[in-house]
């Protein structure tokens, strides 16, 4: 007597396949289980959500600044539209942009920030992000990522709405 052959699921008790039960075999194949997620913190943070996700973009070099623009293949000029000194980055438009500076000194100087010579010159928007994750003083990591949202927001009023660009006024 033959019989016919059939398929068989061995990961599941009913023997049955799922995608469902696939998709978890694969990833616990390649073990992203194991994978401690440095960025997971940012979800636990007393902001809004949308500054959430932009800060979540901000630190995954997401956000469509105009050097990451030009790598995916748009042809605009790269350059930073508030200097115009530098290729507009994460760390330029965030750190080292000239028109940004002084909104950084002004937080250390009031002590408003409880950071450790926050204009370091070797020190990159990651580090800055990582010293304020770990001060002593938790509420500085979100008064940072005010500071960030405001001057996203801030650039984007001077690209689309040709607004006078004034970073201190992100302070207030």
Not at 5 to 22: K, P, Q, V
Not at 29 to 51: C, E, H, R, T
Not at 55 to 79: C, D, E, F, S, Y
Not at 145 to 164: D, V, Y
Request: charged share 20%; aromatic share 14%; hydrophobic share 45%.
């Amino acid at each position: 007597m033959a019989h016919e052959d059939t398929y068989c699921w061995g990961l599941t008790g009913s023997r049955t396949f799922s995608t469902r039960f696939a998709t978890w075999a694969a990833h616990k194949s390649f073990g992203y289980n194991d994978v401690a997620w440095s960025f997971k913190w940012i979800w636990q943070l007393n902001i809004m959500p949308k500054m959430k996700i932009f800060l979540w973009q901000m630190l995954h070099n997401a956000l469509p600044l105009r050097g990451a623009l030009v790598k995916r293949g748009m042809t605009i000029n790269p350059a930073c539209p508030l200097c115009m000194n530098d290729i507009e980055s994460n760390d330029h438009l965030f750190w080292e942009c000239p028109s940004i500076k002084e909104m950084w000194r002004l937080p250390q100087q009031h002590k408003w920030l409880h950071l450790l010579d926050i204009q370091d010159g070797s020190m990159c928007l990651e580090d800055l992000v990582l010293r304020c994750k770990q001060s002593r003083n938790k509420e500085d990591i979100v008064k940072v990522a005010n500071l960030f949202w405001h001057i996203w927001k801030e650039r984007n009023a001077f690209i689309f709405q040709h607004e006078i660009f004034r970073p201190l006024r992100t302070l207030i």
